[in-house]
């Protein structure tokens, strides 16, 4: 599986924005899909995960009430609403995927994305 996540930028704080994650070269809709996030000197996190069907969602505690997860598996696509940024949602943003149900352990995830940088402005 091909993961290319776009969407990044520079925004200022209270600032929306939507990251996009497209897969190539498997069944997307049998994929679980999730959101990491790798601040500078910090370990990697997760953000958000989706189920292959869409029909269930998971966020960390840090997001929840902000970001939004979605999926449409008739364009092989993953998103991540970000709404109400602050300079600490300040990462660079990885898609990632693994089969069927998402789980918040990087480590249960298959397949990467190359990430994407969001910088938050105070």
């Known amino acids: 599986v091909q993961l290319q996540a776009s969407g990044g930028g520079l925004v200022q704080a209270g600032d929306s924005l939507r990251l996009s994650c497209a897969a190539s070269g498997r069944t997307f809709s049998n994929l679980a899909m999730g959101w990491f996030r790798q601040a500078p000197g910090k370990e990697r996190e997760f953000a958000a995960g989706?189920?292959?069907?869409?029909?269930?969602?998971l966020y960390a505690d840090s997001v929840k009430g902000r970001f939004t997860i979605s999926r449409d598996n008739a364009k092989n696509t993953v998103y991540l609403q970000m709404n109400s940024l602050k300079p600490e949602d300040t990462a660079i943003y990885y898609c990632a995927a693994r089969g069927f149900v998402p789980d918040t352990r990087s480590e249960d995830y298959n397949y990467w994305g190359q990430g994407t940088l969001v910088t938050v402005s105070s």
């Open positions: 989706i189920k292959y069907d869409g029909r269930s969602t």
